[in-house]
């Protein structure tokens, strides 16, 4: 036989089973279109003419190594779909001559015409789809750029080779699939399926204790700095769990409804139930994946569009004013001339400093266990008892600084301190601060003043206010004793904070702080004093510059930048959820086939027909959203805390954001829902071969 032959039963072989392998290619498409995507805005050069595009830049190049692994796993699966839907087919071309390599000859040419296919079609939605994606995420970072379409080989190169490879796995699997089947089996392929499994209540109490126990994880977790970690130990948790009890818990239920006369004994139920049970196994693996990749959109989307909406708030956290300065000494007092150049600075750029803020602020690590707060290094120590010491930015000020920054008047007594822990706990009454003394502990409802960088902390912090500066002096000292006696410790100073607003723009803003910055540096660096005929380095103090205007950017890059990568990454988790549904359905409607044919020969109407398959579709279809949502509810404290790691407070805005995606995902699902239940219908009720 010559090559058209098989290229021709290759093309016809593909026509014929268009409802499978339609969509297979379209999800190809959408594969390869959004890899090259992501790849090609990796290396665009318009990124380089950006603040903040080369971070953004690093999330897409995770990107890309996420999608060609969901590529390579999601397509291998769903591939298993279109071979068992054919054995039959290949089956009576082995009995009516044609050998097993005649087979193979067949499918080689099935995948290369949907490699090429895909390929081809993929690669030219990418092209056209990068300009939009790529304007897209430039004006997420405020940038500008043509409206000329590029062509960049190299991602071309890239795609096609990692697509092709993709191929090449999937096609050795056919290959080696046909080989092992025997044409009776497959000619029998559609009516053997699986054997009714047994209700496993092993595998169903495992995933039931392990699901429990990620819960458990989601909603203990107290201290954010290691939600991130337990984040992912609960997900590997959840997903083992998920398959557990959808393949054996499912089983064990469908059992359970069996033995409900009043439930099981109804036309509706019987036929559907029976049917389940027969190939539960099978089903059950689908509806995990349809479950595991719901979540998995839904996590995705509604954490980074959170944190993007969250971005202004971010900034005015991060940043609490335009410009700031935190400058350390051992004499506190020496920073006057940095004031100096300051204003004028100002005067120079015809600006005023408006909402000054100025005070004095101690900031030192700290080791917390339980009520108490070691200043001494070490990092963190297991004790004798099996607990741990967390590590604690600690940030301190006076009474009377306190009460001039938000215009109170408290009052504390010696004993007594002011406490609000960030990002973590404080479950106590009392705190010892090394051997500097016990203090009662009134905790504070919001952060007592401004920090900007503490929003940047991943370990949690304290602000403490104390009665007088007596106070802070006294713990400064004991902690630069203990700075003496240890060669890994430096000493740590008492710092001036000084900040404040322009009503001018970012543009000129950002100057305004570069010519500080500039100024300063040529001070510290150049100036010398004249003492006794000797030349001396005057001793300037320590600083620290920041400008609102300068770091927006950076941290629009960072939200914006994953808010990009999820909606992408959400588009193709939602690639998968659709393909399966619709695999599940169809796949299932043909195996279901023979068996509502025999029934309505014996009596059983089109009506009841459709009735039982709402019965079937409306008791496990339904399964995965349900558990889906549940699985987001859990996995909410978690998530929360995460992204009070990256600045983004505001919960109630992150509840509503979750509860929308989750409704429009929901709506999404009916729709898919509704058709592909028609689709089942039509091909169970024989009115496709009509």
Same mark, same amino acid.
């Given at each position: 036989?010559?090559? *058209?032959? /098989?290229?021709? !039963? ?7 089973? +268009?409802? %499978?392998?339609?969509?297979? &290619? =379209? $999800? ?62 290949? *089956?009576? /071309?082995?009995? !009516? ?7 193979? +000859?067949? %499918?080689?040419?099935?995948? &290369? =015409? $949907? ?576």
């Amino acid at each position: 036989m010559k090559g *058209g032959f /098989y290229i021709r !039963l290759a093309k016809d072989g593909i026509l014929k089973n +268009k409802k %499978l392998y339609f969509p297979y &290619i =379209l $999800t190809c498409i959408c594969m390869i279109m959004m890899f090259y995507i992501i790849y090609y805005l990796g290396l665009s050069a318009d990124f380089a003419k950006v603040r903040g595009g080369d971070m953004l830049q690093s999330f897409l190049s995770l990107g890309v190594f996420v999608i060609a692994i969901f590529a390579l796993i999601f397509l291998y699966y769903t591939n298993s779909f279109l071979i068992r839907r054919r054995q039959k087919e290949f *089956g009576l /071309y082995n009995i !009516l001559g044609m050998g097993k390599r005649s087979l193979v +000859k067949i %499918l080689v040419w099935e995948n &290369i =015409l $949907t490699a090429v296919i895909s390929i081809a079609a993929g690669l030219m939605a990418g092209i056209l789809f990068s300009k939009l994606a790529e304007l897209a995420a430039l004006h997420i970072l405020g940038g500008e750029t043509g409206f000329a379409i590029k062509v960049d080989p190299k991602t071309i190169i890239v795609t096609t080779a990692l697509f092709l490879v993709l191929f090449l796995l999937i096609m050795l699997r056919m290959i080696f699939y046909i080989f092992r089947l025997r044409p009776v089996e497959m000619l029998k392929s559609e009516n053997v399926g699986e054997k009714p499994p047994k209700a496993n209540w092993i595998l169903a109490v495992i995933g039931a204790v392990l699901l429990a126990g990620a819960y458990y994880l989601a909603v203990a977790v107290i201290d954010p700095a290691s939600a991130l970690f337990m984040f992912f130990i609960a997900v590997i948790m959840v997903i083992i769990a998920t398959y557990l009890l959808f393949i054996a818990g499912s089983v064990a239920m469908c059992k359970l409804l069996q033995k409900n006369k009043k439930y099981y004994y109804k036309t509706k139920h019987f036929v559907s139930l029976s049917s389940m049970v027969y190939r539960m196994k099978r089903n059950g693996a689908g509806l995990a994946s349809i479950c595991i990749l719901s979540t998995m959109v839904l996590v995705t989307l509604s954490s980074t569009m959170c944190l993007y909406a969250q971005s202004e708030d971010s900034i005015q956290n991060r940043y609490p004013h335009d410009i700031s300065m935190d400058l350390t000494s051992s004499d506190y007092s020496e920073t006057e001339p940095y004031r100096e150049i300051t204003a004028e600075v100002l005067d120079e750029y015809g600006e005023k400093a408006e909402d000054v803020e100025q005070f004095h602020m101690y900031s030192v690590a700290g080791f917390q266990l339980r009520d108490n707060l070691r200043l001494s290094m070490g990092g963190l120590a297991e004790t004798g008892t099996g607990e741990v010491e967390s590590i604690r930015s600690v940030y301190m000020i006076c009474l009377d600084d306190y009460n001039r920054i938000t215009g109170e008047h408290r009052a504390l007594d010696e004993d007594e301190l002011f406490l609000y822990p960030y990002k973590t706990g404080y479950d106590y009454d009392t705190i010892t601060i090394g051997d500097c003394g016990t203090w009662q502990v009134d905790l504070m409802d919001e952060q007592p003043f401004p920090v900007g960088t503490a929003q940047a902390n991943m370990m949690g912090a304290f602000f403490i206010v104390v009665k007088d500066i007596s106070v802070v002096q006294r713990i400064e000292e004991y902690r630069n004793t203990l700075a003496e006696q240890d060669e890994s410790m430096v000493p740590d100073y008492i710092s001036e904070s000084y900040g404040f607003d322009l009503s001018c723009g970012d543009g000129k803003q950002v100057e305004i702080y570069n010519t500080i910055l500039e100024r300063i540096s040529e001070l510290t660096d150049g100036e010398k004093s004249i003492s006794d005929g000797t030349e001396t380095a005057v001793d300037y103090p320590s600083y620290y510059i920041e400008s609102k205007a300068a770091g927006r950017i950076d941290i629009i890059a960072i939200n914006g930048g994953l808010f990009f990568l999820g909606v992408l990454l959400g588009a193709v988790f939602l690639f998968g959820t659709v393909l399966i549904m619709y695999y599940k359905q169809i796949s299932e409607g043909y195996e279901d086939q023979n068996r509502f044919d025999i029934l309505m020969k014996v009596g059983m109407t089109r009506k009841e027909v459709k009735q039982s398959i709402n019965s079937q579709v409306l008791t496990v279809f339904f399964l995965p959203l349900i558990t889906a949502g549940i699985h987001l509810a859990f996995a909410y404290p978690l998530i929360s805390k995460i992204l009070l790691l990256l600045s983004a407070t505001e919960e109630k805005l992150l509840i509503l954001v979750t509860v929308c995606c989750y409704l429009v995902f929901a709506l999404f699902y009916v729709i898919v829902y509704v058709i592909t239940s028609k689709g089942y219908y039509t091909i169970v009720s024989g009115k496709e071969n009509r």
